[in-house]
């Protein structure tokens, strides 16, 4: 995932708490690397707010060119 993508928020599989936010579309407006792809953490705009996620709570949406 890169800046610029679209994504909808989704339920992690590690996660054992829903999150209020699943199924909010965002966009990725900054990305924190990790120091492996699993730690990567995304700044994600959706319409109301802006939230730190991890790869597994989000589901690529469409691509930015």
């Given at each position: ?13 590690s ?11 965002g966009?990725?407006?900054s990305?924190?690397l ?5 730690q990567d953490?995304f ?6 707010r802006?939230?730190?996620?991890g790869m597994?709570?989000l589901?690529?949406h469409?691509?930015?060119?």
């Amino acid at each position: 995932m890169k800046v610029g993508d679209t994504v909808t928020i989704v339920q992690s599989k590690s996660d054992k708490f829903v999150t209020p936010f699943v199924g909010d579309v965002g966009i990725i407006i900054s990305i924190q690397l990790g120091l492996n792809e699993n730690q990567d953490k995304f700044l994600v705009q959706t319409r109301f707010r802006s939230l730190v996620l991890g790869m597994s709570s989000l589901e690529k949406h469409s691509e930015s060119r």
